[in-house]
């Protein structure tokens, strides 16, 4: 890709390189929420429906919801219904409250506090009252297994390129998150820094920042399709890579590079 001139490498965590339903399907289990736990959809929280679109993992703005990316990831098929809906309930949370930060309805919350929170609607879906349960299940967001081409992936981009890790993780959950699944980066970014959200502008411009580069000569790589038009929107160039739990591109984007995985990006970065 000679036309594609960059200096670094900014990479999406939640969703593109850790698979998040899977790490919070795991915590959900662990919860043990008994038979017969309601739907969400029922009447209990988050019953008000998907809102605009996941900030977290996968939807945003203008996409499916939560509802799209809990999909069909690994562990999907042996967490059994009542989990499955646990999981679109938290998700519904953190899509909801995030927006409204955006929006400007709420202050700033950190990704670990709105976990914390997500965990309370839960567990109260689940009948469960156990204070430890519930902080167990709020830490399982930090627990995410990574893809089975992240590390490698990684190690062979940051031969190339220094890497950028840009997430909306604060900075204690993406500490974690990195040390469990193994992410290596030259610089790791938090939205904390920038007291909200991705796709606010305000987030991408701290890899502008941390980097010293201009906009044109950073990559962003996400599975998201909003994530990657919040990048563009500041100057960024994108390159979407597939995820089973990813926002993918509409026909209206162009972005700069589509993969299949992080080998396949490699190798259209020119590296060996």
Do not use: C
């Not at 594609?4 to 593109?16: E, M, N, P, R």
């Not at 919801?65 to 309930?89: F, H, N």
């Not at 409250?97 to 700033?108: F, I, K, M, S, T």
């Amino acid at each position: 890709m000679a036309e594609l001139k960059i200096d670094a490498v900014v990479f999406d965590v939640l969703g593109t390189l850790v698979d998040e339903p899977a790490g919070l399907r795991a915590g959900l289990r662990a919860l043990a929420p008994p038979s017969g736990t309601p739907s969400p959809g029922a009447g209990g929280p988050g019953a008000g429906g998907l809102g605009a679109g996941g900030l977290g993992a996968g939807a945003a703005p203008g996409t499916a919801g939560a509802a799209g990316r809990a999909g069909k990831a690994d562990g999907a098929e042996s967490a059994g219904p009542g989990t499955e809906r646990l999981l679109l309930l938290w998700q519904r949370h953190i899509e909801r409250e995030q927006r409204r930060v955006l929006d400007g309805d709420r202050p700033y919350l950190p990704s670990d506090l709105l976990d914390r929170e997500a965990a309370g609607v839960v567990a109260e879906a689940a009948g469960v009252e156990d204070p430890a349960a519930v902080e167990a299940l709020a830490r399982s967001a930090r627990r995410l297994p990574p893809w089975p081409d992240t590390v490698a992936g990684l190690a062979r981009i940051g031969g190339g390129f220094p890497l950028i890790g840009l997430s909306n993780a604060s900075r204690t959950a993406l500490l974690q998150l990195n040390a469990h699944a193994g992410l290596r980066w030259h610089q790791a970014l938090s939205a904390e820094d920038a007291r909200t959200y991705k796709p606010d502008p305000a987030v991408y411009r701290l890899a502008v920042t941390g980097s010293g580069a201009p906009p044109e000569r950073l990559l962003m790589v996400a599975a998201h399709a909003w994530d990657l038009r919040g990048a563009q929107a500041l100057g960024l160039r994108t390159a979407y890579v597939a995820r089973p739990v990813g926002d993918p591109p509409t026909a209206a984007d162009r972005f700069d590079l589509h993969a299949r995985d992080l080998t396949d990006l490699a190798e259209q970065l020119g590296l060996s």
